[in-house]
């Protein structure tokens, strides 16, 4: 029951020492592979083209916890999305660090610093301030924790309308009003039919004018001609981007240079190498047992 792992050298290094810590047998790459037939599992981040060069193959598993870069799975082959604490609080981090700049209005602080530009302007409480998650799963409800735990009134918005302690949860049939209470939007939303270019002009007309975006979810979420449209109008007041349609950003495009914009180049989170491997052996003995995947991908909604 063969486990292969396609990835760099650094990551392959520590999987291959806590496979081999629990005494499991591990792959480092297609060419260590004598027959493919052998193989059930793999983990990767793009799989090869052909995912049926390996007949046997029970189970991929993003090293990430995205899964819209992978195709479609061969019928009977399960997916598998990294879950990792390492990186919740990693994105959990960046949002916080972005709601804080842009509510405190560092995009025109480092505007006018570029110029030795000294002027101060209002300084808003964080209790006055509304901010709206798109998407309450693990990470959702960590940042909500956490800015809620700063003074903010934090509100989320999910598919699945489910409950979350001390945030006010809207729905599919509410995403009007929960757009209309978001001084902050928070888009931490997988990339799905439904949610590919949600964040455009007509979602933006129904936040306050002048609010913020923050966006950690999927590039193709956001129109970003929409997006400088909403800038020059004034119905946004700045945006922090750490994903970007397309990716990467070209390096002569608009959103780098204009002020109201911060960009950093999809790095909120990297897995944790140990925390991906400890991961994957959960994932393979949960298999072996026939108990639920840790991270299982339900294919029909796309996470």
Not at 106 to 114: F, I, V
Not at 183 to 209: H, Q, Y
Not at 275 to 291: D, I, K, N, P
């Amino acid at each position: 029951m063969g486990f292969l792992l396609q990835t760099f050298p650094e990551r392959a290094a520590v999987w291959a020492q806590v496979f081999a810590e629990a005494g499991e047998p591990l792959y480092c790459g297609a060419d260590q592979v004598i027959d493919p037939a052998d193989i059930r599992y793999l983990a990767c981040w793009t799989p090869p083209a052909d995912l049926g060069i390996y007949p046997n193959l029970e189970l991929v598993i993003s090293v990430g916890a995205g899964v819209d870069q992978m195709p479609t799975m061969p019928e009977g082959v399960r997916l598998c999305r990294t879950l990792s604490p390492g990186i919740d609080e990693m994105v959990r981090d960046w949002v916080v660090m972005a709601t804080l700049m842009l509510y405190r209005d560092m995009p025109t602080y480092l505007s006018q610093a570029t110029s030795g530009h000294w002027k101060a302007h209002d300084v808003p409480l964080a209790r006055n301030g509304r901010v709206g998650i798109m998407g309450m799963g693990r990470i959702g409800r960590l940042v909500a924790k956490t800015l809620g735990g700063l003074g903010f009134n934090v509100a989320g918005f999910s598919r699945s309308g489910t409950a979350v302690e001390g945030v006010r949860i809207f729905g599919v049939d509410a995403l009007e009003p929960f757009l209309h209470e978001s001084d902050v939007l928070i888009c931490l939303l997988p990339l799905t039919d439904e949610t590919r270019g949600l964040l455009n002009a007509e979602l933006f007309s129904k936040m306050p004018k002048g609010a913020h975006l923050v966006h950690a979810g999927r590039g193709a979420q956001l129109d970003m001609a929409d997006l400088r449209s909403a800038l020059d109008s004034g119905r946004l007041g700045s945006a922090m981007l750490d994903v970007t349609n397309p990716e990467p950003l070209p390096e002569d495009h608009w959103a780098w240079t204009d002020p109201r914009v911060i960009v950093s180049p999809h790095v909120a989170a990297s897995t944790d190498h140990r925390e991906g491997a400890e991961h994957a052996l959960a994932v393979l003995r949960s298999s072996r047992a026939g108990a639920a995947l840790p991270g299982l991908v339900d294919t029909t909604v796309g996470y």
